[in-house]
């Protein structure tokens, strides 16, 4: 009977889309609307990211655009994103008005791929923003693809396809628009600019915009800040859409080995954020999963992760990091592969695998207040992938949409 349902649902919408496919082939034969400007974050999951950057800074350049620019989100996510952002029109993805508005747009701005079923007007013009420096395989680069009913090839041949559909890729450093024009196959023009959701940790670094921000996020802090932000991990399933999530290291522990008043953020995966047990600690240890990740840079004074990109945003603000990575050997060699030499010598703080080192590292944070023997690392690190960032990219975005010409050009 549950079976017998679900392929009647599945049949419903697959029927469904193939009108709404319809629909679109016909509208995009139209021509485009001045100032209409599509954003997407995240496949519609969220109103952030480099998109939210851009569209910020393009409703601050000409806010004209607050009534003809719209972010697209998923159905499910709409009441609570509207609630959270009330002055940004919001459009549900993959209904009849969503079909109109992506059809007739002057632009899209987008952070991950649309659909390759799901075509553009020849007049829009789509960028592509992405969503991080990569450390793990992308793209043409993944030599075994673990997606059920696609072989590698036929991934491959998709991501190539729908690359070629941006008119513009932003590049955070030279390294990503060299993998990107890689695993991408990407032929089209690059925006060699920096990162867009990266400009605030340029404008905001100052003490009273850290002090309000603590104020607001943790008013209850009162010394040091650390955020741990793991990367996803790809085989924590217990069962189809739930997962597990393992903290690498004693709670007790941790705070036996930081400065008295310390405050721990988690910054876990969106699916795993209700898997986090911090009992026992809920006045010490903060579980946000959903707030802007940009802002939890900003009041850190220390970030620990492992082979997440967060390390190559944080780097922007040459604060002290420390790489736990616990599974390396796993995660490495198994799950994804790695772009660069994931090493003591190449990242920009100590790297540990176990947690007696990890502790020792706390340690050594909580004398001397960073890791004074990395300090040229993380200055090569910087150079290597920072030295794009100017606090500017969302503006030169902005005005790329708002007069249809690159800056300078």
Same mark, same amino acid.
């Given at each position: ?13 697959? @029927? ?30 969220? +109103?952030?990211? #480099? ?37 940004? %029109? ?8 969503? +079909? ?7 632009? /899209?701005?987008?952070?991950?791929? =649309?659909?390759? /079923?799901?075509?553009? #007007? ?19 680069? &993944? ?22 559909? /941006?008119?513009?890729? &932003? ?29 605030? =940790? ?13 104020? %607001? ?54 699916? @795993?954020?209700?898997? +986090? ?87 050594? /944070? ?30 030169? @975005? ?12």
């Amino acid at each position: 009977m549950a079976n017998g349902l679900h392929s009647v649902i599945q049949s419903l919408k697959l @029927v469904a889309r193939y009108g709404l496919i319809v629909l679109n082939d016909g509208l995009i034969c139209l021509p485009t609307k001045k100032r209409l400007v599509m954003f997407e974050s995240f496949n519609g999951k969220d +109103v952030n990211d #480099n998109p939210a950057a851009i569209y910020r800074a393009l409703v601050h350049a000409e806010p004209r655009y607050a009534q003809t620019a719209y972010f697209s989100v998923k159905p499910r996510e709409y009441a609570a994103l509207h609630a959270k952002y009330p002055e940004i %029109r919001l459009i549900k993805r993959f209904t009849p008005k969503w +079909v109109y508005l992506m059809a007739r747009a002057e632009y /899209w701005v987008l952070n991950s791929r =649309l659909p390759n /079923w799901w075509h553009a #007007n020849r007049r829009t013009t789509t960028i592509q923003t992405w969503h991080g420096t990569p450390l793990k395989k992308l793209g043409t680069d &993944i030599q075994n693809v673990a997606i059920p009913g696609r072989t590698t090839a036929q991934y491959h041949a998709d991501f190539v396809t729908a690359a070629n559909r /941006w008119d513009y890729l &932003i590049a955070p450093n030279q390294y990503s628009q060299d993998i990107f024009k890689r695993a991408f196959g990407y032929r089209g023009t690059f925006l060699s600019i920096g990162y867009p959701r990266n400009d605030v =940790l340029y404008t905001a670094d100052t003490a009273p915009q850290i002090q309000a921000l603590r104020h %607001r996020l943790l008013p209850q802090a009162q010394g040091p800040i650390v955020t741990y932000a793991p990367t996803w991990r790809d085989d924590t399933a217990i069962q189809q859409g739930v997962y597990r999530f393992d903290l690498p290291f004693d709670l007790g522990e941790f705070f036996r080995h930081v400065p008295s008043g310390t405050h721990l953020i988690i910054r876990p995966h969106y699916l @795993v954020k209700d898997a +986090v047990d911090i009992r026992g600690y809920e006045d010490r240890v903060s579980v946000l999963a959903e707030a802007d990740i940009a802002e939890l840079y900003l009041i850190s004074d220390l970030l620990i992760t492992d082979y997440s990109s967060v390390m190559f945003d944080y780097a922007n603000l040459k604060r002290p990091q420390l790489f736990f990575a616990y599974d390396l050997a796993h995660y490495r060699d198994q799950l994804r592969g790695f772009y660069f030499d994931y090493t003591a010598e190449s990242l920009p703080g100590p790297l540990v695998t176990t947690a007696p080192a990890f502790y020792r590292q706390l340690d050594r /944070w909580t004398t001397d207040h960073g890791f004074a023997d990395h300090a040229q690392q993380q200055a090569a690190f910087y150079q290597r992938f920072c030295a794009w960032e100017t606090g500017t990219a969302s503006r030169q @975005v902005a005005q790329l949409i708002i007069t249809g010409k690159e800056a300078g050009k």
